[in-house]
């Protein structure tokens, strides 16, 4: 094979071995973060901070801009 085919042989490898080494890393942050926002969320009251509406709008699929308080009441049940 080419250089150019080793070359990419070996980046393929290195992203392959980085992505193993740091999944379970990222699987145990997601856990905190939730953990934390979720806190967040029923001890405060809104407005919310932009984090938490950042991680409702992921959680929820929509803009933050349209969350209403009563899906914020249906995530927190």
Not at 18 to 39: C, G, Y
């Amino acid at each position: 094979m080419g250089v150019r085919r080793d070359r990419l042989d070996n980046r393929l490898a290195k992203a392959t071995a980085t992505r193993r080494q740091n999944s379970p890393i990222k699987t145990r942050e997601r856990a905190r973060r939730e953990e934390k926002m979720l806190k967040l969320l029923k001890g405060g009251k809104p407005p919310y901070t932009p984090a938490v509406m950042s991680w409702l709008s992921r959680k929820l699929d929509k803009p933050a801009s349209k969350i209403t308080p009563k899906e914020i009441k249906a995530l927190l049940a």
